[in-house]
């Protein structure tokens, strides 16, 4: 039912496609949250610090992965599927080799800077709030995750540009058993790691990073068998494993802007989790914890067709089929906006539920905090979806400079400058927003990111975009 040939992509329905393609990557992405929630549930159960602590955790640690991961994993993505689509095996191969070199390379040296940094950039905090119990205590168990992380780190990108090679070859289902591998591990791993049930030393917040790491390393010895015994008639070969300069040069250009898009939102994010702390302390910074793991589980959708669109756009490009590259850009821009629509009104309805759900130790401000950013976020939800496959449509013609850019706006011109001024002094004393306005801030920059990049994907289109990628891509 899930099988896709490189025929299926480039001639079957489009829409049809980029679902068959979605529906292991969604199950991925489920998989992957679920990791996530698993370890709020079982920290929740520790204290509101540990809550916190996630909290702090979450934008610094996904600041490593996008410095660390994207640029090899997209790139790898977008080469091998554009290559794949003109018949071009050996050079799929090749970008796949370079790909996971890259990987290595980038995650031992992010990973060692970010061990020896974490706590130091941690401190930070504690200097524009000093003097709170909760709030050291915090910082401490926030300091222990990211540096169990950044040690894992050169196992866990190589691991997922392994998953990038395979959804270039429009293998999803590959990608979806290693991440369910991934988490079935850390899911059983977590409660004995952080409880020390069953004999386990109790780790708490060290155990969740570690289960983690041990986890995506099984997930990712799965994708290595299947390398290793051949899949889609040999993704490696002895005679492409060569590091070489133009290889490297072509994936880090398609790749690079995509992890400057996501260092800056998560260096934005970093700011914004600076000013919920200073705004409201450890329950504000509990409340963005719990609205950062809803809405990982809201976007997956969205998040498994931008993959898959990527993937169609790329080797109908390849391929040098245009329409086809346009339609699913907007035929899955509209499934988007619609699916997260629906799981906004849901959200909206039900927020006190949902927060409960995640963290029942929640103090009653943190509580009441997370209701008000559940809802926040749900109104910008249907613009989130469109966004993704907007940002799809660009990266799949290998136009990720443009995602770069819309992102720089979306978080710099609109998202943090709201959040600063509108939690400010000014922004208390005249309209009495407070943290209220880092809340609205995020939802305010997804609406117009959605509708920026909207129209400007229509404009580029109308003048060649696509075009100009396929010549490109069939020139390579």
């Known amino acids: 039912m899930f099988d896709l040939s490189p025929d299926d992509i480039t001639e079957g329905p489009v829409l049809r496609a980029m679902l068959v393609l979605a529906a292991p990557l969604l199950v991925q992405n489920l998989v992957q949250v679920v990791q996530q929630v698993v370890d709020l549930f079982w920290l929740g159960r520790l204290s509101d610090a540990a809550v916190s602590a996630i909290g702090l955790a979450f934008p610094l640690t996904s600041l490593l992965f996008a410095l660390a991961l994207f640029a090899p994993f997209v790139g790898t993505q977008i080469v091998v599927s554009q290559r794949v689509g003109a018949d071009d095996t050996t050079g799929a191969r090749r970008a796949l080799f370079t790909g996971l070199f890259l990987s290595v390379v980038l995650g031992v040296c992010f990973g060692v800077l970010t061990f020896l940094g974490a706590r130091p950039l941690l401190d930070l905090f504690a200097l524009v709030r000093p003097g709170a119990d909760t709030d050291t205590a915090a910082l401490e168990l926030a300091a222990t995750y990211v540096g169990v992380t950044a040690l894992g780190l050169p196992l866990l990108i190589l691991s997922d540009t392994t998953e990038a090679g395979f959804l270039g070859w429009g293998d999803s289902k590959t990608a979806m058993r290693m991440n369910v591998v991934a988490v079935v591990v850390n899911v059983v791993l977590d409660p004995l790691l952080i409880l020390g049930i069953g004999g386990f030393p109790r780790l708490e917040m060290a155990g969740a990073a570690l289960a983690t790491v041990v986890g995506y390393t099984v997930g990712g010895a799965y994708g290595y068998v299947r390398l290793a015994r051949g899949a889609h008639g040999g993704m490696l070969s002895r005679a492409t494993a060569t590091v070489d300069l133009d290889e490297?040069?072509?994936?880090?250009?398609?790749?690079?802007?995509?992890?400057?898009?996501?260092?800056?939102?998560?260096?934005?994010?970093?700011?914004?989790?600076?000013?919920?702390?200073?705004?409201?302390?450890?329950?504000?910074?509990?409340?963005?914890?719990?609205g950062v793991r809803v809405a990982a589980l809201a976007v997956i959708p969205a998040g498994g067709l931008q993959?898959?669109?990527?993937?169609?756009?790329?080797?109908?490009?390849?391929?040098?089929?245009?329409?086809?590259?346009?339609?699913?850009?907007?035929?899955?821009?509209?499934?988007?906006?619609?699916?997260?629509?629906?799981?906004?009104?849901?959200?909206?309805?039900?927020?006190?539920?949902?927060?409960?759900?995640?963290?029942?130790?929640?103090?009653?401000?943190?509580?009441?905090?997370?209701?008000?950013?559940?809802?926040?976020l749900a109104v910008g939800y249907p613009a989130m979806g469109a966004m993704y496959l907007f940002r799809a449509g660009f990266n799949g013609a290998g136009r990720t400079t443009t995602s770069f850019v819309a992102s720089m706006g979306q978080y710099w011109g609109v998202r943090i400058p709201?959040?600063?001024?509108?939690?400010?002094?000014?922004?208390?004393?005249?309209?009495?927003?407070?943290?209220?306005?880092?809340?609205?801030?995020?939802?305010l920059s997804n609406v117009v990111a959605a509708v920026g990049l909207g129209a400007y994907y229509y404009y580029s289109t109308e003048r060649g975009m696509l075009d100009r990628a396929a010549e490109d891509a069939t020139a390579a």
Do not use: C, M
């Open 248 to 290: 490297i040069r072509e994936v880090l250009t398609v790749g690079a802007p995509i992890a400057g898009q996501n260092v800056v939102k998560q260096i934005a994010d970093v700011v914004l989790v600076t000013v919920a702390f200073v705004a409201g302390g450890a329950p504000a910074l509990a409340a963005w914890a719990v």
């Open 307 to 376: 993959q898959a669109a990527q993937s169609v756009i790329g080797q109908n490009l390849g391929a040098g089929f245009v329409g086809r590259a346009h339609r699913a850009t907007w035929q899955g821009a509209a499934v988007a906006a619609l699916g997260l629509g629906a799981l906004g009104v849901v959200q909206w309805v039900v927020p006190g539920l949902i927060v409960e759900t995640f963290a029942p130790t929640l103090s009653a401000q943190g509580q009441s905090l997370g209701v008000e950013y559940l809802r926040i």
């Open 418 to 443: 709201v959040a600063v001024v509108g939690a400010s002094v000014f922004g208390i004393v005249a309209f009495d927003f407070g943290i209220s306005a880092v809340f609205w801030a995020v939802t």
